[in-house]
């Protein structure tokens, strides 16, 4: 009888595991994992403390949660990681542990995301978009622009970036023709560049939307 084994998967990461010697080979919900194995996972967009799959091991021999695995941008594993387990005891008994984990998402996302929380803190401002607050860094906002026929001219107004994590734990994804808060000025969203870790947003002024 197996020892440990992966459950809760989940749609769109991809799953492999292979033991020292061995070849990567596919995983799925319910397989069986041996000791000294290693488990990667892998999605093709960064992630901020998203839950990607469930160890088991026997307890009294059923099965009971061990370990649960995250993939998070501002710890540094955004897209992947590679974990190897320690799996010992017998079909009544067992445990499962992650001995070390390796081969952590891209060091330069995390690296980008410290320096923009950074920027936030030491010369950002909060801005208010559907009733809470955020962080980011904004350009000078331009008072005025002179009328053209048929409008406005089409350059923005103001352009901001903001760290994505924020928005990530609230569940939420800003969009264009979205209107946002800062100070007094109303500004809509009419571009919206999004990078692994940051949002960038081109803004208009209200009035000139």
Not at 90 to 104: E, R
Not at 177 to 191: E, N, Y
Request: charged share 25%; net charge negative; proline share 1%.
């Amino acid at each position: 009888m197996s020892l440990c084994r992966i459950i809760r998967t989940i749609t769109g990461v991809e799953y492999l595991a292979k033991s020292t010697e061995g070849a990567w080979r596919n995983l799925s919900a319910d397989d069986v994992l041996v000791d000294g194995e290693a488990v990667k996972v892998f999605t093709f967009g960064p992630e901020f403390g998203r839950d990607v799959y469930t160890l088991q091991n026997r307890a009294s021999g059923a099965w009971v949660d061990a370990e649960t695995v995250s993939l998070d941008l501002p710890s540094g594993t955004s897209h992947t990681r590679i974990d190897k387990l320690n799996i010992a005891g017998d079909a009544t008994n067992s445990t499962v542990t992650i001995a070390v984990t390796h081969s952590k998402g891209h060091g330069g996302l995390k690296i980008s995301h410290l320096a923009q929380l950074s920027a936030e803190q030491s010369r950002g401002m909060r801005f208010l978009w559907k009733g809470a607050l955020f962080a980011g860094v904004m350009s000078e906002i331009t008072k005025g622009k002179d009328r053209m026929e048929g409008g406005y001219l089409e350059e923005s107004d103001a352009r901001l970036v903001a760290n994505r994590e924020q928005f990530a734990d609230q569940g939420l994804m800003p969009l264009v023709g979205q209107v946002i808060t800062a100070g007094q000025d109303r500004l809509v969203i009419t571009a919206l560049d999004v990078s692994d870790a940051v949002y960038n947003f081109e803004l208009r002024r209200d009035s000139n939307a």
